[in-house]
Every structure is written in structure tokens, then in C-alpha cells.
Nanobody
Framework: QARLVESGGGLVQAGGSLRLSCAASGLTVSGYARAWFRQAPGKEREFVAG????????LYAGSVKGRFTISRDNANDTVWLQMDSLKPEDTAVYYC????????????????????WGQGIQVTVSS
């Protein structure tokens, strides 16, 4: 069964760091951009960061730019999200997603573009 599996979430104090991982299972990831989204209670799911299929292009939401870094290892079908200088407003369930369009040149921030999603992982930042 094709799926994406997130790991690395948890509870951290403000100013701390976490590293999320997203591993693919039974899913062809070669040639597809990957992205991280998040959803806080009572809010809509929002784009956090994305990376092109070859890692050459990245895109970040303004709220995390300079604090979060997305990267990927195609040989191991894994994508990471390094989160530094975390703030309480970063508290949310984080989702990994795979682009529906192969060999896309640009990274898209629209959730509807992504057709495979992980189950989500909780990140909680205490003040």
C-alpha cells in the first residue's frame, strides 16, 4: 500500500528545534516534489515548505522562512523538515505530501496539487 509516514514530532520549548522525517513506502517518489503542510486546531491546513523533485528548488511560507529548512534524499526516498527557533504558533499537526505532477519545475503551495499524504504528526511548542 502506497503511503507516506512522518516521524520526529513531539513537545519542545520555544526556541528549541525538531527535525521531522517523511519516508515513502510503496510509492514512487522519484520525479515528484514533496511538501510539508500543517494544521492547527480551528485553522485551515497551510503550506509550510516544499522541495522540487531534484532538490534544486525550495519554497517556504513567510512565517517559517529563515527558521525551517526542507531537504531530501532521493536515494532513500526521505524528506526532512528541520525546524529551528520554534515558536508556540508553530504548534500544529504536520503533514508530508507528494506532488501529483511528475517532473514539475516549480514547487506549488496549493494543497490540492498534492495527492499522497501522510497521517500527520503532532508538534507542540510550549512557551
Amino acid at each position: 500500500q502506497a503511503r507516506l509516514v512522518e516521524s520526529g514530532g513531539g513537545l519542545v520549548q520555544a526556541g528549541g528545534s525538531l527535525r521531522l522525517s517523511c519516508a515513502a513506502s510503496g510509492l514512487t517518489v522519484s520525479g515528484y516534489a514533496r511538501a510539508w503542510f500543517r494544521q492547527a486546531p480551528g485553522k485551515e491546513r497551510e503550506f509550510v515548505a516544499g522541495i522540487s523533485y531534484n532538490g534544486d528548488h525550495t519554497l517556504y511560507a513567510g512565517s517559517v522562512k529563515g527558521r525551517f529548512t526542507i531537504s531530501r534524499d532521493n536515494a532513500n526516498d526521505t524528506v526532512w523538515l528541520q525546524m529551528d527557533s520554534l515558536k508556540p504558533e508553530d504548534t500544529a499537526v504536520y503533514y508530508c505530501a507528494s506532488d501529483s505532477s511528475r517532473w514539475a519545475v516549480v514547487v506549488v503551495s496549493t494543497a490540492g496539487r498534492y495527492d499522497y499524504w501522510g497521517q500527520g504528526i503532532q508538534v507542540t511548542v510550549s512557551s
